[in-house]
Structure formats: C-alpha cells, structure tokens
T-cell receptor, first 112, second 117 residues
Framework: AQTVTQSQPEMSVQEAETVTLSCTYDTSESDYYLFWYKQPPSRQMILVIRQEAYKQQNATENRFSVNFQKAAKSFSLKISDSQLGDAAMYFCAYRGGNKLVFGAGTILRVKS | GAGVSQSPSNKVTEKGKDVELRCDPISGHTALYWYRQSLGQGLEFLIYFQGNSAPDKSGLPSDRFSAERTGGSVSTLTIQRTQQEDSAVYLC???????????????FGSGTQLSVL
C-alpha cells in the first residue's frame, strides 16, 4: 500500500522568509500524481500545487514550488516570501489509482 | 451550488446512537470521497464513489460505518452505534474524474465535526 510521510509536525517561518516542508512517499507504481493541500482553520482543504510523476520539471505556482525527486520518492514544498495568510496545516498527498492518500500534515506558523 | 456542501457542520451525539452525515457534491462531479480527520491528524480515507461503479469501501473502519450515494449526487455517511473513538471531523470531497490515476483536484467541503459523548 502507498504511504505518505511528513516528518515535520510543526514548522515556523518569519514573514517574508522562505520555508520548506518535507514529504516522502512509498510506492511501486510508475504513474502517479502528487499534491500539496492547505487546510486553514476553516477546515476547508485547498489545493496548493500538483505534480505529475512523469514530468521532470518541478511545478511552480506563484510563491509555491516543489522539489520533486522521483528516485528518492521525495516531494517537498517551498514557500517563498511567506505571508501571514500562509499559516495553516499543509498536507502532502499521493494518487496512484482511485484513492488520494494523505500524510499526517505539517502545521506552519508564520511570525510577524 | 458553488461548492461542496456538508451538513450538519457540527453534531453532538450520545454513545450508542446512530448518526447520518450528508454531502452535496458539486453538480456534475462524478467522483465523491469521504475522509475522516481525527484531532491533529491527517486524513484517513473511508470510501470512494465513482460514477456507476461499485464503491471502494476499503477504508471503512468497521461494519458500523456505511455510505450511499443516491442518483450519483448526494451522499450520506451513516455511523451506527457510535463510539467515542468515532469523534472526528468527517470531510467530503468531489471531483470531475475520468479514469485513474488522475491529477484532477478534489474540492472539499468544510466537514462535519462529530462529537460522541
């Protein structure tokens, strides 16, 4: 079964600085997708960024980018120029078939 | 509606009672998921509906849990004889998916906070 591991329960970053959230996954599949979702206190999950495993180029979405290392099965999220509104729980997720499997999440705190 | 709607937003029940949680997905979305999120934890997959296919029930934790999706739209998650360990946020998500795997994003509701006393 696929598993997703987020080894950082909590991270802090100063406003305007850069932070990287870690994620590793385990799979034997070759075709899959990876995602980062953000969950603010409202509980509603919001897609931040996604990556196709067959693409070598790392995905970017404005201040958000990923470092996808397929051989190492690593998929970290970099947030540049952190803003107070980035404070939330961040979940890494994997999809190789029907199910979207989530990691345990990382709480990101942004200090002003 | 504009998004995925879940009701109720909060539910308090007594141990041993049955509860029903409702999810209205985005119109036209073929796929519907239920997840459970315990306090401070990640999302635990419960069940997945896709079109007219048999649902993937592999995540349901016990036979006290069941779900149905009527007419390919609204879904109800039922928990019978609730236990205190069932207390969690139950999240529903829908997606427009054709085939798997897919990079289609999931649209989530705001969840139902279930508290079993």
């Amino acid at each position: 079964a696929q598993t997703v591991t987020q080894s950082q329960p909590e991270m802090s970053v100063q406003e305007a600085e850069t932070v990287t959230l870690s994620c590793t996954y385990d799979t034997s599949e070759s075709d899959y997708y990876l995602f980062w979702y953000k969950q603010p206190p409202s509980r509603q999950m919001i897609l931040v960024i996604r990556q196709e495993a067959y693409k070598q180029q790392n995905a970017t979405e404005n201040r958000f980018s990923v470092n996808f290392q397929k051989a190492a099965k690593s998929f970290s999220l970099k947030i540049s120029d952190s803003q107070l509104g980035d404070a939330a729980m961040y979940f890494c997720a994997y999809r190789g078939g029907n199910k979207l499997v989530f990691g345990a999440g990382t709480i990101l705190r942004v200090k002003s | 509606g504009a998004g995925v709607s879940q009701s109720p937003s909060n539910k308090v029940t007594e141990k041993g009672k049955d509860v029903e949680l409702r999810c209205d997905p985005i119109s036209g979305h073929t796929a519907l998921y239920w997840y459970r999120q315990s306090l401070g934890q990640g999302l635990e997959f419960l069940i997945y509906f896709q079109g007219n296919s048999a649902p993937d029930k592999s995540g349901l934790p016990s036979d006290r849990f069941s779900a149905e999706r009527t007419g390919g739209s609204v879904s109800t998650l039922t928990i019978q004889r609730t236990q205190q360990e069932d207390s969690a946020v139950y999240l529903c998500a829908s997606s427009l998916e054709i085939g798997a795997p897919t990079n289609e994003k999931l649209f989530f509701g705001s969840g139902t906070q279930l508290s079993v006393l």
